[in-house]
């Protein structure tokens, strides 16, 4: 286990609403990015924080959003949701910004729009 | 756009077999990265090479960085069901924020 935790573990809403992921990050660690993972395909880059502060983004629109907690705990927010939306949403932790940094992985959120 | 494609996509081997999956791109990469991810799980770093022509051993796993550093492979000897998984490689590059992931080769080894 890599001490990163998600919650919930999996999740269906319905086109239009709006979703709210959680990752708590491992002890330590002060950045945290978010991947979305097609089913049969490699995570996608959707955002970093790094110190409570946007750090990078990826191709993503901007109804996908972020925050960053003062403990480094983090939540992905997705609002006006898409059938395309559903996938696994992975969280990682690392200790610093920039991707020379290991990052570790929480189990995911699978989440179904229907 | 893939930045990164893997091959083969799928692999079905008997216990015993030695296999090879590669990792390619026309961008060049800081370090590259190699995962397992296991069904219901995040994906598990296995390693991490830098230097272009780096070859790190992981027991039966063999890890190569092309010297361009734009391609890796990953060599399993003497494949054992507990390595079934999806193996995805992944790219950074210096000064970015992002890492960008392969597509993945999903391994199937059957006893």
């Known amino acids: 286990e890599t001490g990163v935790t998600q919650s919930p573990t999996h999740l269906i809403k319905t086109r239009g609403q709006q979703v709210t992921l959680r990752c708590s990050s491992q002890?330590?660690?002060?950045?945290v990015s978010w991947y979305q993972q097609a089913l049969g395909q490699g995570p996608q880059f959707i955002f970093q924080?790094?110190?409570?502060?946007?750090?990078g983004r990826g191709n993503f629109p901007p109804r996908f959003s972020g925050l960053q907690f003062p403990n480094y705990s983090s939540e992905l927010n997705v609002n006006a949701l898409e059938l395309d939306d559903s996938a696994l949403y992975l969280c990682?932790?690392?200790?610093?910004?920039?991707?020379?940094?290991?990052?570790?992985f929480g189990p995911g959120t699978r989440l179904l729009v229907l | 756009t893939q930045l990164l494609e893997q091959s083969p996509q799928f692999l079905s081997i008997q216990e015993g077999e030695n296999l090879t999956v590669y990792c390619n791109s026309s961008?060049?990469?800081?370090?590259l990265q190699w995962y397992r991810q296991e069904p219901g799980e995040g994906p598990v770093l296995l390693v991490t090479?830098?230097?272009?022509?780096e070859v790190k051993k992981l027991k039966r796993l063999t890890f190569q960085f092309g010297d361009a550093r734009k391609d890796s492979s990953l060599h399993i000897t003497a494949a054992q069901p507990g390595d079934t998984g999806l193996y995805l490689c992944?790219?950074?590059?210096?000064?970015?924020?992002?890492?960008?992931f392969g597509t993945g080769t999903r391994l199937q080894v059957f006893p």
């Open positions: 990682a932790s690392s200790r610093g910004q920039g991707m020379g940094e290991t990052q570790y």
């Open positions: 002890s330590g660690h002060n950045t």
């Open positions: 924080y790094y110190r409570e502060e946007e750090n």
């Open positions: 961008s060049v990469f800081s370090s």
């Open positions: 090479v830098v230097t272009g022509g």
């Open positions: 992944a790219g950074a590059r210096r000064n970015t924020d992002k890492l960008i």
